[in-house]
C-alpha cells in the first residue's frame, strides 16, 4: 500500500529555511516513475500547487510566489523527494502535503507537514 510520509516542518522565523522531505513506499512501479509534487494549503484558502519535479528530476517548476526562495529535488535511490523552503515569510504559512502522480493516473498523497512563519 502505497506511503508517504512528511517531515520536516516547523515554526521557523521570517528569512529562516527549512527542508522537507517525503519519504515514498509501497508504489508499484519504480520511484522514477512518479512525477512528484508539494502542495500547501493555508486556513482558510484553497490548496496550491508549490512546486513539482519530473520523475527523473530533470524538470522542475513553482508557483510564482516561491521561485528563487524554494526548491525541490528527489533522491531516486531513497525514494525521497525534498522541498528546501529558504526567505521563509509569513504568508509561507501552511500544511505542506506531498503528492505523487503515477504512469498509471492515479494521485496519491501524504499526510502533511505544518510550516508556521510568524508575522
Known amino acids: 500500500q502505497v506511503q508517504l510520509v512528511e517531515s520536516g516542518g516547523g515554526l521557523v522565523q521570517p528569512g529562516g529555511s527549512l527542508r522537507l522531505s517525503c519519504a515514498a513506499s509501497?508504489?508499484?512501479?519504480?520511484?522514477?516513475?512518479?512525477?512528484m509534487s508539494w502542495y500547501r494549503q493555508a486556513p482558510g484558502k484553497e490548496r496550491e500547487l508549490v512546486a513539482a519535479?519530473?520523475?527523473?528530476?530533470?524538470?522542475?517548476n513553482f508557483v510564482d510566489s516561491v521561485k528563487g526562495r524554494f526548491t525541490i529535488s528527489r533522491d531516486n535511490a531513497k525514494n525521497t523527494v525534498y522541498l528546501q523552503l529558504n526567505s521563509l515569510k509569513p504568508e509561507d504559512t501552511a500544511v505542506y502535503s506531498c503528492?505523487?502522480?503515477?504512469?498509471?493516473?492515479?494521485?496519491?498523497w501524504g499526510q502533511g507537514t505544518q510550516v508556521t512563519v510568524p508575522s
Open positions: 503528492s505523487a502522480l503515477g504512469p498509471a493516473g492515479w494521485r496519491y
Open positions: 519535479i519530473t520523475g527523473s528530476g530533470g524538470s522542475t
Open positions: 509501497g508504489f508499484t512501479f519504480t520511484f522514477s516513475s512518479y512525477a
